[in-house]
């Protein structure tokens, strides 16, 4: 069964073919970030107006590089939930007037059960039950996923996202959006006892996570030693990297931990998002899930960020169960997965 998923939930705009759930056809992304690093974050009307000039375009490519035409295609799956409104909104309406045109079902799909999917293009035996940690630049959130389209909600982010934070603290250090991947290397060779920063905690809701005041942390050091003299030097965001870098781990891991601790879900682990590209969380999520003899499941770097792959990869298992939509479908900013 071959699936066209769209995405456009946030700065790519993103196209690609999946058969079965499993087999990648196409994956077509259109990225908007030299546009919005202009600003140092994303503009959301930007946003939506850049992914309505290449949605048409990108859907073609999708189609052409799988070599397949819209008539071969047995369902579009679009996100429609979370995201910028009018991002969303975008991709939403293009799959309807495409799903309406062809005559084809279509799939809505949440973006979160999508990155959690993108494992299953690059990971054939695995199968729910299993922990999925989704960390991104919109989302961070500890599930499980008790089915293919069945998750318990286990743990959330009360403010900021870890990629929001990520990028943030790459601002003040003077990089360019988005500033996670220029983290994490700077994070390898600073030294990360440099600053202490604590991790957040949410009283009453142990594994929910919080970064804003982590980020203001970061925001005031880096202001305070500025004005104390200090250079913004490479050996300055280094440490302040590896700092910040060592707090964002042990707060994710250390929910991980008490999951998988707790016995209240005694499965492998599934990590993805965009955040999931950081070398310093993969390594330390891997040896947590190890310590507890589970196995860890990534994806590959280029299937972390926003990708339409992953959602096509999920339309797949949400039509199985059911999920169809008709022209009344919305796009909605918040939803829980
Ligand atoms: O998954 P994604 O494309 O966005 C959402 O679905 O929300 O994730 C983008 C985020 C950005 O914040 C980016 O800085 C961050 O992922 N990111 C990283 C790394 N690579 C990308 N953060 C930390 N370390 C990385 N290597």
Redesign the pocket.
């Known amino acids: 069964m071959l699936i066209l998923g769209i995405e456009s939930?946030?700065d790519?705009t993103a196209a690609a073919v999946v058969e079965d759930g499993r087999i990648l056809r196409s994956n077509i992304v259109a990225t908007q970030t030299d546009i919005h690093a202009l600003y140092g974050g994303v503009v959301p009307e930007i946003a939506s107006r850049a992914h309505t000039e290449a949605i048409h375009g990108v859907v073609e490519e999708a189609l052409a590089q799988a070599n397949v035409t819209l008539s071969d295609i047995d369902a579009i799956a679009v996100t429609y939930a979370p995201g910028l409104i009018g991002a969303l909104l975008t991709g939403v309406s293009f799959a309807k007037g495409l799903a309406y045109s062809a005559n084809k079902p279509l799939v809505p799909v949440h973006?979160l059960r999508g990155?959690v999917a993108a494992v299953y293009l690059v990971e054939p035996d695995l199968k729910p039950p299993f922990i999925a940690l989704c960390v991104?630049?919109?989302?961070t959130e500890l599930m499980v996923a008790e089915d293919y389209t069945k998750f318990r909600f286990v743990g959330t982010t009360r403010d900021d996202?870890?990629?929001?934070a990520?990028?943030k603290c790459?601002r003040v250090l003077g990089l360019p959006y988005?500033?996670?991947?220029a983290?994490?290397k700077l994070a390898s060779i600073g030294n990360p006892d440099a600053f202490r920063f604590h991790e957040g905690a949410v009283d009453g809701a142990p594994y929910d996570f919080s970064f804003s005041g982590l980020k203001t942390a970061v925001i005031n050091t880096v202001h305070t030693e500025l004005q104390r003299g200090r250079e913004l030097d490479d050996a300055f965001r280094a440490d302040i990297a590896a700092s910040f870098t060592k707090a964002v781990v042990r707060t994710v891991v250390g929910r991980l931990e008490m999951l998988l601790q707790s016995g209240e879900a005694n499965y492998d682990v599934v990590l993805s998002?965009?955040?999931a590209?950081?070398?310093h969380?993969r390594k330390a999520c891997a040896e947590t899930a190890q310590k507890y003899g589970k196995k860890l499941y990534l994806p590959p770097l280029k299937l972390?960020?926003?990708n339409a792959a992953m959602i096509a990869a999920q339309g797949y298992y949400e039509y199985l169960a059911g999920a169809r939509a008709d022209l009344s479908l919305n796009a909605f900013a918040t939803k829980r997965v």
Not at 136 to 139: D, L, Q, T, W
Not at 161 to 164: I, L, S, V
Not at 178 to 181: F, S, T, V
């Open positions: 939930s946030c790519e973006h990155h991104s630049g919109g989302n996202a870890a990629g929001e990520f990028d790459a988005p500033g996670g991947a983290m994490d998002g965009g955040v590209a950081n070398s969380l972390c960020g926003d």
